[in-house]
């Protein structure tokens, strides 16, 4: 793993909860509300080699997804026009503003999922995650304030650093490195993402007493 340092050289120490909601995500009784749209960008690097991909770390003190390590991405804005250009648009601006990088063409990200926050949720997002192919000697940088950190982690790295309590990871992160991690190669991943379909994956948040957990479709419980 190759890190970049803006906090003093500090990793998360929160340990890996796999069913949890992220920080900052109340839960509410009531209505639901209506998500966001929004885009995230899983940024490889390794080719036909090796598959690494590109996480920062959002400031400790964000009242939403404080000190987790995410993937680059956010909301659409309307300055980002609709429909798929809007979610390519935003794309390419997250990664510039939050890993400092320029990606060459909107028009190379690669649609990989599509996620919306659980309706239990305070804070909702109607995500689209795209993989796309960091510039070649492309270095990340960081604002330290609304990103503090990078590194570029192998998807399994990454998920034993969360284990052990080096790093912060969420619950859509930690699914999704689980599914990358079983991928040789970043040309191989995008190759498998080029001929399968999006299919919209919606967790629910199974409540007992005063905890809470998340489950996706398919699981015990989600039904």
Same mark, same amino acid.
């Given at each position: 793993?190759? %890190? @970049?340092?803006?906090?003093g *050289?500090?990793? *998360?120490?929160?340990?890996?909860?796999v069913? !949890?909601?992220?920080?900052?995500?109340?839960?509410? *009784?009531?209505?639901?509300?209506?998500?966001? #749209?929004?885009?995230?960008?899983? &940024? &490889?690097?390794?080719?036909?080699?090796?598959?690494? /991909?590109?996480?920062?770390?959002?400031?400790?003190?964000?009242?939403?997804? *404080?000190?987790?390590w995410?993937?680059?991405?956010?909301?659409?804005?309307?300055?980002d026009?609709? @429909?798929?250009?809007?979610?390519?648009?935003?794309?390419?601006?997250?990664?510039?503003?939050?890993?400092?990088?320029?990606?060459?063409?909107?028009?190379? &990200?690669?649609?990989?999922?599509?996620?919306?926050?659980?309706?239990?949720? %305070?804070?909702?997002?109607?995500?689209?995650?795209?993989?796309?192919?960091?510039?070649?000697?492309?270095?990340?940088? /960081?604002? @330290?304030?609304?990103?503090?950190?990078?590194?570029?982690? !192998?998807? !399994?790295?990454?998920?034993?650093?969360?284990?052990?309590?080096?790093?912060? &990871?969420?619950?859509?992160?930690?699914?999704?490195?689980?599914?990358?991690?079983?991928?040789?190669?970043?040309?191989? #991943?995008?190759?498998?993402? !080029?001929?399968?379909?999006?299919?919209?994956?919606?967790?629910? /948040?199974?409540?007992?007493?005063?905890?809470?957990? /998340?489950?996706?479709?398919?699981?015990? @419980?989600?039904d």
């Amino acid at each position: 793993m190759v %890190k @970049g340092i803006a906090d003093g *050289g500090q990793v *998360g120490s929160a340990a890996m909860e796999v069913d !949890r909601p992220a920080p900052g995500e109340e839960l509410i *009784g009531g209505q639901p509300t209506l998500p966001r #749209l929004a885009s995230t960008v899983i &940024l &490889l690097r390794g080719g036909d080699r090796s598959l690494e /991909v590109l996480l920062v770390k959002r400031n400790p003190q964000a009242r939403f997804m *404080g000190g987790a390590w995410v993937f680059p991405g956010g909301a659409v804005d309307t300055q980002d026009g609709s @429909g798929d250009g809007a979610l390519r648009a935003a794309a390419v601006r997250e990664v510039a503003e939050e890993a400092g990088i320029a990606l060459a063409s909107a028009d190379a &990200l690669v649609p990989f999922s599509h996620w919306i926050t659980p309706a239990q949720a %305070k804070i909702r997002f109607d995500t689209w995650f795209f993989l796309a192919v960091g510039p070649p000697g492309a270095q990340p940088t /960081v604002d @330290g304030q609304e990103i503090v950190q990078w590194g570029w982690y !192998r998807p !399994r790295a990454a998920l034993d650093a969360a284990g052990a309590g080096e790093i912060l &990871l969420v619950f859509p992160t930690i699914k999704h490195l689980e599914q990358i991690s079983t991928f040789a190669s970043a040309d191989a #991943l995008l190759e498998h993402a !080029r001929g399968h379909e999006v299919r919209l994956v919606e967790p629910r /948040v199974l409540r007992s007493g005063e905890t809470a957990r /998340v489950v996706l479709p398919g699981e015990p @419980g989600y039904d």
